[in-house]
């Protein structure tokens, strides 16, 4: 039990940006019909590929579950705050990175290694429920655009993506 508690506050200091957070409770609360406090295995392993973990084999799972917990064997189930703790440690342990390098490629669609404003414009409308206006995307251009090139290079984006 101490190991456990070791374990999770080692975990807990690993934060989760607001919105984030927002989107795993309410995946939580998606997969918790009868509002028990608990998932099965199989829609935490849903969770975590919904939250860009696709790439975690079924072991790298397990070993996550066991992380947090005294006999994984014996469960069948998972509460809250163990999703909240994986998702936040594998999100600060490289996660957040690799949704940045994700995200950068929708834009550089040519694998450029930079993104323009143009490119900026034709994605934007696809992901945002609002109009974005030139005036901002030059905005954008310009605080990721240190030696004002008027792109924005993968270094950068992933700088202001992962503040």
């Not at 975590?48 to 790298?60: I, R, T």
């Not at 957040?96 to 414009?121: M, P, S, W």
Request: charged share 35%; glycine share 4%; net charge negative.
């Amino acid at each position: 039990m101490n190991q456990q508690r070791r374990e999770n506050s080692r975990f807990s200091s690993y934060p989760l940006p607001g919105e984030i957070l927002s989107d795993l409770q309410d995946a939580f609360k998606f997969y918790d019909k009868e509002d028990t406090g608990l998932i099965s295995i199989t829609h935490f392993r849903n969770i975590l590929h919904n939250f860009g973990f696709n790439k975690m084999s079924k072991k790298e799972i397990d070993d996550e579950l066991r992380k947090n917990d005294v006999d994984p064997n014996k469960r069948t189930t998972v509460e809250f705050d163990q999703v909240r703790l994986a998702i936040s440690y594998r999100w600060n342990k490289g996660g957040k990175e690799e949704e940045a390098k994700e995200c950068f490629k929708l834009f550089d669609k040519r694998d450029k290694g930079y993104i323009t404003a143009n490119d900026l414009k034709s994605v934007l409308p696809n992901y945002l429920e609002f109009p974005v206006t030139d005036a901002e995307i030059q905005e954008l251009i310009s605080e990721c655009d240190p030696n004002g090139t008027g792109n924005i290079r993968e270094r950068e984006f992933m700088k202001l993506y992962t503040q």
